[in-house]
């Protein structure tokens, strides 16, 4: 009588199988911390930590997110910048969200709405204006490299045309098409302290100028 082989030995019995199935488990749990890591850097953004919120977002990005992570984890980060009035940065965010399928017309509904996936976009009506038109631009641009008929699908793919197969974009054309004007920005978490610093110290100054030429106007007596 032949031995009943319970079917994970099969599968382990094909090259590879056991590989595919370490992998897969690897992604699964990847996926998973950056499910909680996104959950955390959400609560902070609830109770006001705005700098912890964007620090645990860029990290779910490092942690192996699914599609729907990535793209929530980019949006939560582009309103975080956008909150601190830090245009060049929420742009870079929302690009990188763009690239991998966000529609931000949509998070912002569902932010809006309450969804716990996404934050409320708050940030001045200028900087929400100039994100709008900039994930539209990005959006046409993603939608034209994807089509091979474009000019622009032809140019990243003219060598695959060439070879008879059918053009396509990569990650690394789609970031370069829909890049931003960034030299010399400061990405990092110290450079964002000290530009939000600066916004905070000339609204300080400012106040207190202001503060005094409304008591010398008010009571020009007490020159």
Known sequence: MQAIVPASQHLTGFPGASLRC?????????????????????????NGDRMGAVMLFEK????????????????????????????????????DGV????????????????????????????????????????????????????????????GARGSGQRASLNDSDLSALLQTDVKGLDASMFGIVRRVAVVLLTGIILGVVLFYAGLQYAFPEYK
């Not at 809006?112 to 539209?136: E, N, T």
């Open 99 to 158: 690239n991998c399928g966000l529609d931000f017309e949509a998070a912002i509904e569902a932010g809006a709405q309450g969804d716990a996936r996404y934050c409320p976009l708050r940030a001045s009506q200028q900087v929400i204006i100039q994100l709008r038109k900039f994930a539209k631009a990005a959006q046409r641009m993603r939608s034209a490299v994807a089509d091979p008929n474009s000019p622009r699908a032809a140019l990243a793919g003219g």
């Open 22 to 46: 370490r992998s897969a488990a690897l992604h699964a749990e990847g996926a998973s911390e950056a499910s909680r890591t996104l959950e955390q850097g959400m609560q902070k953004f609830r």
């Open 60 to 95: 779910a990005l490092k942690q192996n997110p699914s599609l729907e992570e990535r793209q929530a984890a980019n949006y939560n980060a582009t309103c975080v910048h956008a909150s601190f009035g830090d245009l060049e940065l929420a742009q870079v965010t929302l690009r």
